[in-house]
Antibody, heavy 117, light 113 residues
């Protein structure tokens, strides 16, 4: 059974960089696409982007200028960086496996990141 | 971007009754070359991540009870729960994966009447 676990700081200061890592267990990170999604408190889901194990990426244009998703196949991990954060970036951040560039079939539990000074 | 609009925003249904949630996309998510609708439905219970229920608009994910069904094509889709159970209280989201960004609907909150 594939499991995903997000990790990273729960508090980030405005204008700094949010950094999260997703560790995949119970299966290889190879041959799949992997995605980040976020959910502001009490609100809906926003697709951030995805990465293939080769490193090819696809980002939401609304965030593309500030976001980088990377993969480390040796550690079975992929990561998210969001630069120049503001309070609007406060959200629960989820990592998920993408079934063939299509739907999201396995999700992490999510981690709340608060942007505040 | 494809805009996904769900209706209603919230819904209260009695136990054992049918619940129907609608999802409309701003452009067709039907891929003509394979006749598949690139649409999924997710269920999110409080404090939990979303869970996929339906993909290809009407295919149930393994382990999902058969009281959940999806229908529709092109731009108009429906998630139906045939006989509401207490454990179905959740927020439901549709998502298109026809084109990036893979956008979600705003969610429909389902409660017990």
């Amino acid at each position: 059974q594939v499991q995903l676990q997000e990790s990273g700081p729960g508090l980030v200061k405005p204008s700094e960089t949010l950094s999260l890592t997703c560790t995949v267990s119970g299966g290889s990170i190879s041959s799949y696409y992997w995605s980040w999604i976020r959910q502001p408190p009490g609100k809906g889901l926003e697709w951030i982007g995805y990465i293939y194990n080769s490193g090819s990426t696809n980002y939401n244009p609304s965030l593309k200028s500030r976001v980088t998703i990377s993969v480390d196949t040796s550690k079975n991990q992929f990561s998210l960086k969001v630069r120049s954060v503001t309070a609007a970036d406060t959200a629960v951040y989820y990592c998920a496996r993408v079934h063939g560039q299509l739907w999201l079939d396995y999700w992490g539990q999510g981690t709340l990141v608060t942007v505040s000074s | 971007d494809i805009v996904m609009t769900q209706s209603p925003d919230s819904l209260a249904v009695s136990l054992g009754e049918r619940a129907t949630i609608n999802c409309k996309s701003s452009q067709s998510v039907l891929y003509s070359s394979n006749n598949n609708n690139y649409l999924a439905w997710y269920q999110q219970k409080p404090g939990q991540p979303p869970k996929v229920l339906i993909y290809w608009a009407s295919t149930r994910e393994s382990g999902v009870p058969d009281r959940f069904s999806g229908s529709g094509s092109g731009t108009d889709f429906t998630l139906t729960i045939s006989s509401l159970q207490a454990e179905d209280v959740a927020v439901y989201y549709c998502q298109q994966y026809y084109s990036t960004p893979h956008t979600f609907g705003q969610g429909t909150k389902l409660e017990i009447k």
